[in-house]
C-alpha cells in the first residue's frame, strides 16, 4: 500500500515488514505488509496473507500479556493494522531464548562457547533446552545487521540505565514464560523470541509485535525431546525454515550474495506455513482479510480521528 496521508498524520516511516504512520504527537498507526525480509534484507516477493497473520498473532499475545507490562497496543482497527502509543525506543532488542536454536547454534556450531557474554557448556546438540532461558541482547541497527552486544556493554554505551535494564530483563523473562505457556496448551514449545521496549511518560512499555513467527521460534512439542536427544531436527513453525532454504541456496545477506529465486510454489508454501501457524497458536481458523486497499485506508483514517478526537 502506498503511502497515504490520514487526518492528523506528523510523519511517515516504512520498516522492512511495517508501514509506520505518526499521528499527532503520541500515536502510532502500523500496517503489517505483506513483504518478508530474512538476514535484514528484504526479499523480492511479498507472502500473501503474511501481513495479517503476525498483525493478528501480535494482538492476540499482547492482550494474552497485557497483565505483565504496559504495551502499546490500543485498537486494531483491520486485520492487518494495529494503533497505540507512541513511545520512545531502546536501541536494543531482547532476545530471550529457551532452546540452542538459530543464531545460537549457529554460533555454537562455529566453536564459539560464548553468546552475550554468557558462557555455553560443551557438549549440546542443537536445539537442546537451556535450564533456564537466557538473555541475548542485540542493538538496533538503522541500517544493515543488528550485532550481538552483552549487558555490560549496554550499560556502558548508555543504551539503557542499570534500572531500566533490570527492568527490561524481568519484563521479558515474565513475557517468555508466559510465551511458553500459551505455546504448551496448543502443543507447541517456544524456543526463543525478541522483545523491544521503550518508555513513554518516564514509564517502560513493550512495543511491536511478540510472540509471531517472524520475532519467535515455535516447534511442535510432540516428539521435541526424542528428536533433539538423537541429534535430528524437530518440527518447526516459524520463519526459520526460510532462513534454512535461503541459506541452502547460498544466501545469509552478505555482500554479494544474490537473492535465490523465490518461484510460485516457494511463495504459496511461505504464505501455507504462516497460516498454518496462525492457526495454531491460536486456535482459532483463518479468515483472510475482507477489506481492500481502500477500505483499509478509510479505517485507518478512522482510528486517527479516533485516537486524537477520543
Same mark, same amino acid.
Given at each position: 500500500m502506498p503511502f497515504s496521508t490520514l487526518p492528523y498524520q506528523t510523519g511517515f516511516y516504512r520498516g522492512k515488514v511495517r508501514d509506520v504512520y505518526s499521528i499527532g504527537s503520541d500515536w502510532l498507526i502500523m @500496517?503489517?505488509?505483506?513483504?518478508?525480509?530474512?538476514?535484514?534484507? *528484504?526479499? /523480492?516477493? =511479498?507472502i500473501p496473507f503474511k501481513g495479517?497473520?503476525?498483525?493478528?498473532?501480535?494482538?492476540?499475545?499482547?492482550?494474552?500479556?497485557?497483565d505483565i507490562c504496559p504495551n502499546w497496543l490500543l485498537d486494531v482497527p483491520a486485520p492487518n493494522v494495529s494503533a497505540g502509543w507512541k513511545c520512545e525506543p531502546f536501541k536494543i532488542e531482547i532476545v530471550?531464548?529457551?532452546?540452542?536454536?538459530?543464531?545460537?547454534?549457529?554460533?555454537?556450531?562455529?566453536?564459539?562457547?560464548?553468546?552475550?557474554?554468557?558462557?555455553?557448556?560443551?557438549? @549440546?546438540?542443537?536445539?537442546?533446552?537451556?535450564?533456564?532461558?537466557? *538473555?541475548? /541482547?542485540? =542493538?538496533?541497527?538503522?541500517?544493515?545487521?543488528?550485532e550481538d552486544i552483552a549487558a555490560d556493554e549496554i550499560i556502558r554505551q548508555q543504551?539503557?540505565?542499570?534500572?531500566?535494564?533490570?527492568?527490561?530483563?524481568?519484563?521479558a523473562l515474565a513475557l517468555f514464560e508466559r510465551g511458553r505457556q500459551l505455546a504448551h496448551a496448543r502443543g507447541l514449545?517456544?524456543?526463543?523470541?525478541?522483545?523491544?521496549?521503550?518508555?513513554r511518560d518516564g514509564k517502560i512499555y513493550l512495543?511491536?509485535?511478540?510472540?509471531?513467527p517472524d520475532s519467535s521460534r515455535y516447534f511442535?512439542?510432540?516428539?521435541?525431546?526424542?528428536?533433539?536427544g538423537k541429534g535430528e531436527k524437530p518440527e518447526q513453525l516459524s520463519k526459520e525454515f526460510v532462513r534454512e532454504w535461503l541459506m541452502s541456496e547460498g544466501f545469509m545477506g552478505q555482500a554479494g550474495q544474490a537473492i535465490p529465486e523465490m518461484t510460485d510454489e516457494r511463495v504459496h508454501e511461505i504464505s501455507n506455513r504462516y497460516i498454518q501457524l496462525y492457526e495454531k497458536v491460536t486456535g482459532e481458523n483463518?479468515?483472510?482479510?475482507?477489506?481492500?486497499?481502500?477500505?483499509?485506508?478509510?479505517?485507518?483514517?478512522?482510528?486517527?480521528?479516533?485516537?486524537?478526537?477520543?
Open positions: @500496517l503489517a505488509s505483506d513483504r518478508i525480509s530474512a538476514f535484514d534484507v *528484504i526479499l /523480492p516477493r =511479498t495479517q497473520v503476525l498483525n493478528q498473532i501480535a494482538a492476540h499475545m499482547l492482550r494474552q500479556c497485557a530471550v531464548r529457551g532452546t540452542l536454536t538459530g543464531h545460537a547454534w549457529r554460533t555454537y556450531q562455529s566453536g564459539s562457547r560464548q553468546l552475550c557474554g554468557i558462557p555455553l557448556p560443551e557438549g @549440546l546438540n542443537e536445539n537442546a533446552s537451556f535450564p533456564t532461558p537466557i *538473555i541475548t /541482547p542485540s =542493538t538496533k541497527a538503522a541500517a544493515g545487521h543488528d543504551l539503557a540505565t542499570p534500572e531500566e535494564y533490570r527492568m527490561i530483563c524481568e519484563y514449545i517456544l524456543a526463543d523470541t525478541k522483545y523491544e521496549f521503550g518508555k512495543m511491536d509485535e511478540i510472540h509471531t511442535r512439542a510432540e516428539g521435541f525431546e526424542e528428536k533433539v483463518f479468515i483472510p482479510n475482507p477489506f481492500s486497499e481502500k477500505e483499509t485506508v478509510e479505517l485507518m483514517k478512522k482510528c486517527a480521528q479516533r485516537l486524537v478526537e477520543g
